[in-house]
């Protein structure tokens, strides 16, 4: 196990420097650097001398080929340096870190949200299989599952932004109002609560429908086990069958499945922050690719890939946690 | 063996040897299944509207004899070099039903369904009793415009129509690259196994791990011009590591079979072992995540445009909803393509998950 667990960590960074070399290299090649984006926006007397553009592009290691630039990236990793973003002159790891619990807010809430109502719903549709309110239900999920997120988010905004506006029941884009400094503690915190409905059912809709039909499917197929009708036979009410019986067998995929969401936890949706305007990681993403602004894009990157490689290890090793036939040499 | 469809009267009559094939068998199971079934003449329905559209709604004649010649101006919105150069020459193209006549009062043409442009405003008095396309927040579905206009005046039904080919061809052209890459990768990773298998799953690892967001905004901005095709590639080559991973473990398990080995001990060739005898096993399992795939592909299109990245391309849907975003009062340009777009993604899920029903013997018990 431990030998395992070590393969894959090794192999993990190996990955990640292949991933990091890539991106690098493709963002490298994008047309414009950020100091000539920059300079396109400024006006004509706040214009920086040739000069002044070669130090910085000094500072920056923009005067290097990419490959070297890539090698001092990666030796400053190795310190535990992010380097630090040129757009916004502060360090990567605080760039990051400021937006990381703004997103966590978001997709936290959604993921707990849709686990707790999928859990129900999975089972409530394997007891009633086949019956007229299932197949109402079941259906309506699986539309539901087919909405992209920007229709559904954009859809909410013109109800509950521009049809409800003027009315107590108006809910707008953003994470905060713009009296959120005057507001007391509690004003604050329901504020932020406020601004996060809509963003959380959007968040939410898609993976609430993917769980449940999930859970029902993995029941069906143990719902037609030997043990079960045994355990009808000798006369287990149904619900004990369903929850004891049957249930316990299907935890296996479930549980892997949270392995698999870790990166969308702390990665966000970058189509969702940016219909609703949430400063979070998604906009940071959007924002640094379109700025340029290569070490926020890096630092992000190896973050995302992290994650992934991450979440895939814990899907593993969850997989023998649960399931003792499972074992890895 | 799967229980044969209920031909009684006719399997009396067919000689045994006659037993339908797989695929026939699958097709025959997927024709039963109603939804599926709707979902795949809704698919053919938008491919007819598609490959019809500058029939449909359009302001460039489908027919025309100008100047003693016969000439097919719609296929301009296919292709633009496929318009004559005469009608640029000539000043016709943004007026075509009073230059027209102007120019040659002998000429005639065979119009669109609809005089509507999917790039370009319609301005007062090219046809009669026209007073141009309402602008903005003016521009709310109405007789001339059935589902509005956008900001600039342009007809949002006609940019839907003409959509349509964007959202097949992304579809059916990025996933078709995807999955030639996908079964070829899975195909030789499963089938030699060894150091082969372990370079070409850190490779799928590796592309897995990379967000497709960077990449193609990457690629598409080191591209001087970039088109739908190149956007249609661009996700095709990225979008493989599924199949490529799932074609990967169907060899890994057929390769054990006897039959296979069989086949080895006759001493065919590794390729004729690997096209003829596993791939045709290996397939069924592997079209259903293609079928879904088309609609991700779709979905990620629509999502580029919506995010006003990738190709400049004024007809996609994603396009119109970027532009609804913006006016959010102007509610058509959300509700009709977004409505276009949920249509064809659940269209594809259907027939993905028919598919899947068809041609997996041991779900047909799971039927109730």
Same mark, same amino acid.
């Given at each position: ?24 290299? #493709? ?7 950020? #100091? ?78 849709? $686990? ?73 915190? #329901? ?18 429908? $993917? ?95 992290? #994650? ?19 074992? $890895?040499? | ?26 097709? !025959? ?61 000539? !000043? ?7 230059? =027209? ?113 960077? @990449?193609? =905004? ?47 001990? @006759? ?25 879904? !795939? ?26 119109? @909803? ?47």
């Amino acid at each position: 196990m431990l030998n395992y667990l070590i393969r894959r960590v090794v192999f993990g960074f190996g990955t990640l420097l292949v991933i990091t070399f890539a991106v690098y290299a #493709l963002i490298r090649h994008m047309p414009g650097t950020p #100091l000539t984006l920059d300079l396109a926006e400024m006006s004509l007397d706040q214009q920086i001398s040739s000069s002044e553009m070669k130090r910085l592009e000094r500072q920056y290691h923009l005067d290097r080929p990419w490959y070297v630039g890539y090698w001092l990236w990666a030796g400053k990793l190795f310190h535990g340096d992010l380097g630090r973003s040129i757009k916004e002159k502060k360090p990567v790891s605080r760039v990051i870190g400021e937006r990381v619990p703004r997103t966590l807010l978001l997709s936290g809430t959604s993921l707990i949200l849709s $686990y707790l109502l999928s859990l129900p719903l999975g089972l409530y549709s394997t007891a009633r299989s086949g019956r007229l309110d299932e197949r109402v239900v079941s259906t309506f999920l699986y539309m539901l599952y087919a909405v992209p997120t920007f229709v559904a988010g954009l859809l909410l905004l013109v109800f509950f932004y521009k049809d409800l506006a003027g009315t107590p029941f108006q809910l707008e884009p953003g994470m905060f109002s713009r009296n959120y400094s005057q507001l007391s503690t509690l004003g604050q915190v #329901l504020d932020v609560a406020k601004h996060m409905i809509l963003p959380v059912v959007c968040f939410t809709y898609g993976s609430l429908a $993917y769980y449940s039909r999930f859970i029902k499917s993995n029941m069906e197929e143990v719902v037609r086990q030997d043990y079960i009708r045994t355990a009808k036979a000798k006369g287990v009410g149904p619900l004990r069958v369903l929850l004891h019986h049957a249930f316990r067998n299907t935890l296996i995929p479930y549980v892997t499945m949270i392995g698999l969401t870790l990166p969308a936890l702390i990665g966000g949706s970058v189509v969702l922050e940016y219909i609703f305007n949430w400063p979070g990681m998604g906009t940071l993403y959007l924002q640094a690719l379109s700025q340029r602004d290569y070490p926020v894009i890096m630092g992000l990157t190896l973050m995302f890939s992290a #994650l992934t490689l991450l979440g895939q290890l814990l899907a593993d090793l969850l997989y023998a946690v649960v399931d003792p036939r499972i074992s $890895y040499q | 063996m799967p229980e044969s469809p209920p031909h009684h009267e006719a399997a009396s009559r067919v000689p045994v040897s006659h037993s339908p094939g797989f695929w026939a068998e699958a097709w !025959g199971r997927f024709c039963r299944q109603k939804l599926a079934m709707t979902a795949l003449v809704f698919v053919g329905l938008l491919a007819v509207l598609g490959i019809f559209s500058p029939a449909i709604v359009g302001t460039k004649p489908i027919i025309c004899h100008y100047k003693g010649g016969l000439y097919f101006p719609a296929m301009g919105y296919f292709r633009e070099s496929w318009e004559n150069p005469v009608f640029i020459t000539d !000043g016709v193209i943004y007026n075509y039903p009073q230059k =027209l006549k102007e120019k040659d009062p002998q000429s005639w043409a065979v119009w669109p369904l609809i005089y509507q442009d999917p790039l370009r405003r319609v301005r007062a008095g090219e046809i009669d009793g026209s007073t141009g396309n309402p602008i903005g927040m003016a521009g709310q579905p109405s007789r001339h415009n059935l589902f509005g206009t956008n900001d600039l005046g342009e007809d949002v039904f006609a940019k839907m129509v003409h959509g349509t080919r964007i959202a097949l061809l992304i579809g059916f052209v990025s996933t078709g690259i995807a999955a030639v890459i996908g079964i070829a990768i899975g195909a030789i990773a499963g089938f030699f196994g060894g150091w082969i298998d372990w370079i070409l799953s850190r490779i799928i690892e590796v592309m897995m791990c990379i967000p497709t967001l960077v @990449l193609i =905004l990457a690629l598409i901005s080191i591209i001087e011009k970039p088109t739908i095709w190149h956007l249609m590639v661009v996700i095709g080559a990225f979008g493989w590591t599924g199949i490529a991973r799932l074609t990967r473990a169907e060899f890994l398990k057929l390769r054990q079979l006897e039959y296979v080995a069989a086949a080895r001990a @006759l001493g065919f060739r590794w390729s004729r072992l690997m096209f003829r005898h596993i791939l045709p096993n290996a397939l069924a399992p592997v079209i259903v995540p293609i079928t879904f !795939g088309i609609a991700a592909a779709i979905l990620l299109e629509t999502t580029l445009g919506f995010l006003g990245i990738g190709a400049p391309d004024k007809t996609s849907w994603g396009r119109l @909803l970027n532009e609804g975003k913006a006016n959010l009062q102007m509610w058509w340009l959300i509700v009709f393509p977004g409505a276009a777009i949920f249509l064809t993604v659940l269209a594809y899920n259907l027939i993905g998950e028919g598919i899947q029903q068809a041609t997996d013997p041991t779900l047909k018990a799971s039927k109730h």
